[in-house]
């Protein structure tokens, strides 16, 4: 069982605040890394794809990297606002393109106004 | 974007009844769709992957007869939880592969909130 840990579980920041958290994940095999941004009664949507040792990825004020060696993705979110508040899901996937998401946990973000 | 609905968002049912989730996906063709559960404080877990007009695969651990997958066209897929009972309370997800996009991005309902009495 292939075991993804997102850390930390939530996180309450204050209007303004940059943050980031972590996805680790086992490296053997690896694929693809991807990134979710899931609100309370949403659908989750997807934000990055990354496959490649050394990615970044950036949309707006969140970004992404990707260390595929040592197994883990940082996601950074700069002047955090409310409405960035939701939880934030990774998902790695092996073996090729058809390689089944396998999900962390999550980390519930929450912005203060 | 890519938009996927999932019809009903809650449902209430008693034990022994048989429940039906349909998920579409409403502006693109999806060959491959996936069914997810996630129990409290759990991570989503993949449950089947569904093949239009083939068999569905299920996950180790999985009941194929308890938990029916139907994918007849490439919008629609169904998951029918048959004789529910409590313990099979969660909130069940499905999601699209964008056959005409790249392969490896999948696009989500909204999910299904099931409560078994």
Redesign the interface.
Known sequence: ILN?EQSPQSLHVQEGDSTNFTCSFPSSNF??L?W?RWET????E?LF?MTLNGDEKKKGRISATLNTKEGYSYLYIKGSQPEDSATY?CAP?YGG?????I????TKLSVKP | GAVVSQHPSRVICKSGTSVKIECRSLDFQATTMFWYRQFPKQSLMLMATSNEGSKATYEQGVEKDKFLINHASLTLSTLTVTSAHPEDSSFYICSARDSGGMADTQYFGPGTRLTVL
């Open positions: 993804v694929y693809a991807h979710y009664a949403k659908s989750p997807a794809v899901l996937t393109s058809q390689g089944n998401l999900f962390g946990k999550g």
